[in-house]
């Protein structure tokens, strides 16, 4: 059996890492796949030291956005409800629903804070009255809102 060659990724690859990632693989798929289309590079303590000061500045950054998500949530939970006016029919119900972009929008009113609609669960909501729902800010931090479908 063949010894494994040590190689720090400089792409994404799937099923093998993340760029900066350091893995092991054969010497024939580094040699004749990795390194000639320039997908990674050999394991030298100098680009260990780069890799590990990259790492190191990736997590100062992942903690900095964090805490803004932080100071998103506190803001968006402080502000209270958030009132969505609809058109309504017979026993309060209303025509169509409430979605995840009329939500952002209404966010985005009132606290001025831009919020991706794809982060944003919500119930399904075919009456007038007060839900509740969640704000994905960022990988764990999620603000709880309450959203109150009003008659227009």
Do not use: H
Not at 73 to 78: F, R, V
């Amino acid at each position: 059996m063949a010894k494994r060659v040590q190689l720090v990724l400089t792409q994404d690859i799937s099923k093998l890492g993340k760029s900066g990632d350091l893995v092991e693989v054969a010497p024939g798929y580094a040699r004749n796949y990795l390194v000639p289309r320039k997908l990674a590079t050999q394991a030298t303590p100098g680009i260990l030291k780069q890799v590990e000061r990259r790492r190191e500045l990736e997590r100062q950054k992942q903690l900095e956005l964090k805490q803004q998500a932080q100071d998103q949530k506190a803001t968006i939970e402080n502000t209270g409800s958030f009132n969505i006016a609809k058109q309504v029919g017979e026993g309060d119900s209303i025509f169509g629903t409430v979605t995840t972009q009329e939500v952002a929008d209404v966010i985005q009113q009132i606290t001025g804070l831009e919020v991706d609609r794809r982060g944003i669960t919500i119930p399904d909501i075919s009456k007038l009255g007060t839900y509740d729902a969640d704000v994905k800010l960022f990988t764990d931090v999620t603000a709880k809102v309450k959203i109150e479908v009003v008659a227009s």
